[in-house]
């Protein structure tokens, strides 16, 4: 599951170019909560492309992983509004007009150019060998709504990070 937590934090922070910010980004559990969930699809697309190959035929997310980001997929909409400043609050930490940029793209370009990073980054940035362990996750979490299973993902973040106060360059705001 910790694998996983990471991994949709990773996700969630949106942008390559976040690694060179110099502070962490700041976003509120509600926040974090609206881009996982927005998110789950294409973090699963990315979980089950890179784990597919190393997982037994049987796997979860061989049998089931479509489906479920395809159910996943059927809500994004209604996610996407509380989801954007997200993507642009930790878009803009990059400091070089990245957001301005991306902020004056019409609003489904930034949708496709955000979903197409997550599935992107989260298929490069899991270690094979986490595979076994996160298709366990996803399958134990597979029965949630998107809304719970981000809720659950965003909580474990701030428990998290009360040890640890940032994912990479993301981190929940302190309350």
Known sequence: ?????????????????????????????????ALIAYALPQAINGTAK????????????????????????????RYWAQARPAFMKTLGAEGNGSADMVRNLPDETVRQLAD???EGFVSQRIAVKSCTKLDLAIDLLSPLPPENTAGLIALSLEVASAADPKLGKVALCRS
């Open 1 to 33: 599951m910790h694998a996983f937590v990471r991994t949709i934090a990773f996700a969630a922070s949106m942008t390559p170019g976040l690694a060179m910010a110099a502070a962490p980004v700041c976003i509120t559990k509600k926040e974090a909560t």
């Open 50 to 77: 890179r784990c597919a190959p190393s997982l037994p035929a049987d796997a979860f997310l061989r049998r089931q992983g479509p489906q479920l980001a395809a159910r996943y997929s059927g809500q994004k909409d």
């Open 116 to 118: 197409v990073f997550v």
